[in-house]
């Protein structure tokens, strides 16, 4: 029976930065812990900690990596790219488009990931999500700026954290440059934007946010140029394809600069850079700063204000790279939430 374990990383948004106090052990007047074994190789601990300041709600998936029935996914919603949906519902989503003659005994626990605005339905991810491809990204992305950090599964099972570079260069045969504002945006913004078969069949999506050129590429060559309100299909990888196809955007208002240097039948090379290796690279998901490194406090990246309580999720790995930790502080209810130096304290227990 394979038992699949689903974690997903919160991002931070937030740039107030501020100096990490670590919680001191004499705050803590009162600590009462339960640990349930989940399945085999996972445990889910449940703890109440009484300081000074009120009481802190936390939760805490302890996960053994050498388990061979034990994987880390990263999930999002199947029905549309940057849908926002509960926790459970994706967890229920992934059941059903998983099924096997298992499902019923099939264990999932999941954490929330990428930082989201409660304003609307949609929400574009934090970074670079990757899913045996890449299924989003923001040019320039953690390029001479580190920002946020990114959870990194290998096609081996191992676990890293490290700031995924995401930089795309796109140019015509000529060596002109067509600038790229990212993967699959949610919402192109009249910009000029990438989109692949992990974002939708048909630019249908797209047309409804704006008036908008649709140029297809097929094996590094313009195949077809769709007009503003025209949908198109999305090409998927065919056989004898050496590249899976694509779409990019040309709002209209500045089409007349780009669109004749990009006509049907252009050659046309599209450069994804990165520092991260993808030949070994399963999946990865944006998050937030790296709080912790080699066992010690730190500051790297993106910061949601560090010295104020918030709920709080973060993710980490042991010294001896065996045990993924996946933590929850609650916030904002009975539970005050925590600092990052609070935070900090309850993860170096581990």
């Excluded at 970074?127 to 700026?145: C, I, L, M, R, S």
């Amino acid at each position: 029976m394979k038992k699949i374990i689903n974690y997903m990383l919160i991002a931070a948004m937030m740039v107030n930065m501020g100096s990490v106090s670590v919680i001191a052990n004499d705050s803590v007047l009162y600590e009462q812990a339960e640990i349930e074994k989940v399945t085999k190789g996972l445990d889910y601990e449940y703890k109440e900690v009484f300081t000074k300041d009120g009481w802190m709600d936390v939760h805490t998936l302890i996960m053994d990596l050498k388990d061979e029935d034990l994987t880390v996914e990263f999930i999002k919603s199947v029905e549309e790219v940057g849908l926002k949906q509960k926790l459970t519902d994706l967890v229920d989503e992934y059941n059903v488009n998983n099924d096997d003659q298992n499902n019923d005994n099939q264990v999932v626990a999941g954490v929330n990931a990428s930082f989201f605005n409660m304003a609307n339905g949609y929400s574009n991810p934090i970074g670079v999500n990757y899913d045996e491809g890449y299924t989003y990204g923001a040019h320039n992305y953690n390029v001479g700026y580190q920002d946020a950090a990114s959870i990194i599964e290998t096609v081996d099972g191992k676990i890293m954290f490290d700031f995924f570079d995401f930089a795309i260069n796109f140019t015509n045969e000529e060596g002109r440059e067509l600038y790229f504002s990212g993967l699959n945006l949610v919402d192109p913004d009249n910009k000029v934007v990438l989109y692949n078969s992990d974002f939708d069949v048909t630019s249908e999506r797209i047309d409804a946010k704006g008036s908008y050129y649709k140029l297809t590429v097929m094996d590094d060559v313009i195949t077809a140029i769709a007009e503003p309100g025209v949908t198109c299909p999305i090409p998927v990888a065919e056989e004898g394809v050496t590249e899976e196809g694509y779409i990019f955007t040309i709002p209209e208002d500045i089409q007349e600069y780009h669109l004749p240097y990009f006509q049907v039948g252009t050659k046309v090379n599209l450069d994804i850079q990165t520092t991260i290796d993808t030949e070994n690279l399963k999946g990865s998901i944006g998050g937030g700063g790296v709080i912790i490194k080699d066992g010690e406090a730190v500051e790297l990246g993106l910061a949601a204000e560090p010295n104020y309580r918030h709920p709080r999720t973060a993710v980490g790995v042991t010294e001896d790279g065996n045990t993924l930790i996946a933590m929850v502080v609650d916030g904002r209810g009975e539970s005050i939430g925590a600092t990052h130096g609070e935070l900090i304290g309850f993860l170096q227990d581990y």
